[in-house]
């Protein structure tokens, strides 16, 4: 383009409502395109519906019956007792046993996670009012779980041994320091009232980010791009008309999402309309820009793809803090943490859903998303023009 | 015979050139995995750290006092930020700077003295349950530990039970995600490359040339299969060498084994890629596919969380999902020195997975050509 042409494209632009027919016309061919292509609703109704599913089911932390072997090597009424205990426990599925061998064995195959060996005299020394201990062997593969049926299996012996000593008739059995805990917004401890905000955060960057960076990426690879970059629109219009129909695809899902959350998941949601769409339109704005970034960087579906995976999925997934406390990350991991627009997300979608409107953490999340749009946003106007020239 | 060798061999070749070609495509086939090794294996850590916990004291006593100094030296909490009045915490809590608050009441002090049993309040901040849940666990122990050292003589001599952990005796991290992700990384890029291959050629008008050319569908499809088995091969063992040697993490198992179960684990992901392909028109529509099929195949896998807490008719689901075998095979072969009967118990399911997702491809390739 020559700078007599882009004058005269400039003239024709401000010459009255050119410019806003021309950006009409760039939104309207990207909603056809959008209409025309079953994958966009596949990510903007489907995808979410599926992630919301497997968050709000298939990711329990919350344990029950994890399976668990005890051997119990005394034949003694105590160590019955102690068995029963284990049997009657909610959290384990019990498969009795007389011999370690074959807990050795299961355990290799995967078919129990713990074992529990209750020793040969136990019931004699029980008698005798100093017990054996019992030995708790977990598997060491999964550490969460073995954690959990360390501590969990000894829990379920100290009961045990209060309700032995209040059949004997000894007092005091009980803790002389009871811990009574109260958790607030989630009482019931459903780790689906996390997870679920999680998977929006997800779906919200699915739509965001990945869907642009592909959308534009083709344009790039089938040489669109370039038909449409000689027509005299501006870049602002240009960016716009590749914004906005994504922007309000990822309002509508959030929408979606929400629903889905409160109606079907059963999560509570204290804050109002405003703050969860002032929240999902600031962070819409890095996630799309982040996008267009990409597309325009690599102008490669494939890579394209594979970079958007890389880095907005993963990070929205690894380093968000949704499943994963960062306070718990080396600190280099943590220093990347601050890069991840997810990260400012999170926390004001579980106080919008659980706590209500507490803007003292909603608004500077906010402004910080935004602020990372304008970056994402200058990157792409550069990138874009770059290539232009070249 | 040898005609159709030459042809075999000619669509590898090809194949291989067209993932090869791009510089790009070469640098994204090994880069990205690297990098999610490196950041899932420091990220994924479900322990709780360095957190701050609020402190109500109405008590002020020595018992108090003490307990909170316990608190206060372990490793789990940062600092014990004292507030004036349950105001205060409740704002603290709302505002999440703290995740948790003790309140010790008025009268703590007073009936430990007494012998009498008390109750220690923590309040929990459950937007993130499941921190604060570890996090509770923490201060229980503490307070029990205390406690324990009032107990009556009883549970003092019953003492504690005796707590090991096999194949990995100190529960170290890492030794469960490297592993587990030798599996999830490989699905990744093994899905996602097999879909790609197919569709790209479909969108750039060049699968039809191969459908004229005397190609048989069976050796386009094994064409296609090579790139991806190799890419993933060679990744694999890179993971494996990575997690040995940079890592520590010990293998103890039969290499042979890992190879010979990575075969089967790609064959059946291939497969799942292959579906995929056949049923997409574009690039996109595989990428979205290839995303929608990898991420319940991840999250139903065991490895984020533990298939036992999932629902009845969910675990049931599992059972068709490759990674969730593979998994158990690959944390086997690392720590469990898992024999050879046992790998097996798990590789048949793999190959069952495989021969359905490979001809189920093989049918709709076929379908849509006639």
């Given amino acids: ?390 | 015979m040898s005609a159709a060798f030459t042809r075999q061999r000619a669509m590898i070749v090809k194949e291989i050139w067209a993932l090869l070609r791009d510089p790009k495509s070469r640098i994204v086939l090994v880069l990205p995995p690297l990098i999610q090794l490196l950041i899932f294996t420091f990220a994924t850590t479900l322990d709780v750290k360095n957190v701050d916990i609020g402190l109500v004291d109405q008590s002020g006593g020595i018992h108090a006092r003490e307990l909170v100094q316990r608190i206060e030296g372990s490793p789990q909490f940062r600092d014990v930020i004292v507030l004036p009045s349950t105001a205060a915490m409740e704002e603290a809590i709302d505002e999440q700077k703290v995740m948790a608050a003790l309140v010790i009441q008025a009268d703590f002090d007073r009936r430990i003295a007494r012998g009498e049993s008390t109750t220690l309040g923590l309040v929990l901040d459950g937007r993130r349950s499941n921190a604060a849940q570890i996090l509770a666990g923490y201060v229980s122990g503490i307070a029990a530990g205390y406690g324990a050292e009032l107990a009556p003589a009883m549970v003092r001599r019953a003492g504690a039970s005796e707590v090991t952990h096999w194949y990995n005796p100190s529960l170290d991290y890492m030794w469960f995600t490297l592993p587990g992700l030798v599996a999830l990384i490989i699905s990744i890029a093994g899905i996602a490359i097999t879909s790609q291959a197919v569709a790209r050629e479909r969108e750039l008008g060049t699968f039809d040339q191969l459908m004229v050319s005397p190609l048989r569908v069976r050796e386009i499809l094994i064409g296609m299969m090579v790139p991806p088995l190799l890419v993933g091969m060679m990744n694999g063992v890179l993971f494996l060498l990575v997690a040995k040697f940079a890592f520590g993490v010990p293998f103890t198992g039969s290499f042979l084994l890992f190879l010979v179960a990575m075969i089967f684990y790609q064959l059946a992901l291939i497969g799942m890629g292959l579906l995929v392909s056949a049923m997409s028109m574009t690039q996109q529509q595989a990428f979205l596919g290839s995303f929608i099929v990898t991420v319940p195949l991840i999250l139903l896998s065991g490895y984020a969380a533990p298939i036992d807490n999932m629902p009845d008719w969910l675990q049931i689901i599992t059972y068709a999902d490759p990674v969730r075998y593979f998994l158990i095979i690959v944390q086997g072969l690392f720590l469990k020195a898992m024999p050879a009967s046992v790998v097996f118990q798990q590789l048949w399911p793999l190959a069952v997975i495989a021969v359905i997702s490979l001809s189920a491809a093989a049918w709709l390739f076929r379908a849509r050509m006639e």
């Fill in chain 1, 1 to 390: 383009m020559t700078s007599d042409d882009r004058s005269v494209a400039h003239a024709q632009a401000s010459a009255g409502g050119s410019s806003r027919r021309r950006l009409l016309a760039l939104i309207v061919k990207e909603y056809a395109q959008i209409r025309r292509d079953p994958s966009t609703f596949l990510i903007a109704f489907a995808m979410p519906l599926l992630l919301l599913f497997l968050f709000g089911y298939a990711i329990s932390l919350d344990p029950r019956e994890t399976r668990i072997a005890v051997v119990a090597q005394d034949e003694s009424a105590p160590a019955a007792r102690l068995v029963q205990a284990y049997v009657h426990s909610p959290y384990f599925s019990v498969t009795p046993l007389r011999a370690v061998a074959p807990a050795r064995a299961l355990m290799e195959q995967d078919a129990i996670r713990g074992f529990v060996v209750i020793p040969p005299d136990f019931g004699v020394s029980m008698a005798s009012g100093a017990p054996r201990p019992i030995q708790i062997v977990t598997d060491g593969t999964q550490p969460n779980q073995a954690t959990f049926i360390a501590s969990y299996a000894e829990g379920v012996r100290l009961n045990w041994i209060a309700s032995e000593m209040d059949m004997r008739g000894i007092r005091g059995a009980a803790p002389p320091i009871d811990v009574s805990q109260r958790v607030w917004f989630n009482p019931g401890l459903q780790s689906r009232f996390f997870l679920v905000p999680g998977a929006i955060a997800i779906v919200m960057t699915m739509i965001g980010t990945l869907l642009t960076a592909l959308v534009v990426a083709r344009e790039w690879e089938r040489g669109t791009m370039e038909a449409l970059l000689a027509t005299p629109m501006r870049m602002t219009e240009f960016i716009a008309s590749k914004v906005l129909p994504y922007f309000l695809l990822g309002l509508a899902s959030m929408v979606l999402c929400t629903v889905i959350a409160v109606a079907v998941f059963g999560l509570p949601f204290r804050g109002s309309i405003f703050a969860l769409m002032a929240i999902a339109a600031a962070f819409l704005l890095p996630a799309l820009g982040l996008g267009l970034y990409i597309s325009a960087a690599t102008k490669n579906q494939f890579v394209a793809s594979q970079m958007a995976l890389l880095l907005s999925f993963l990070p929205t997934f690894l380093l968000s803090g949704f499943i994963f406390e960062i306070g718990s990350m080396p600190w280099p991991i943590q220093a990347m943490t601050y890069a991840v627009p997810a990260r400012y997300l999170i926390p004001a979608l579980q106080t919008v859903f659980m706590a209500g409107d507490i803007w003292p953490i909603i608004l500077p999340n906010i402004l910080i998303m935004l602020g990372f749009g304008v970056g994402f946003f200058i990157l792409c106007f550069r990138a874009t023009r770059r290539s232009l020239d070249s």
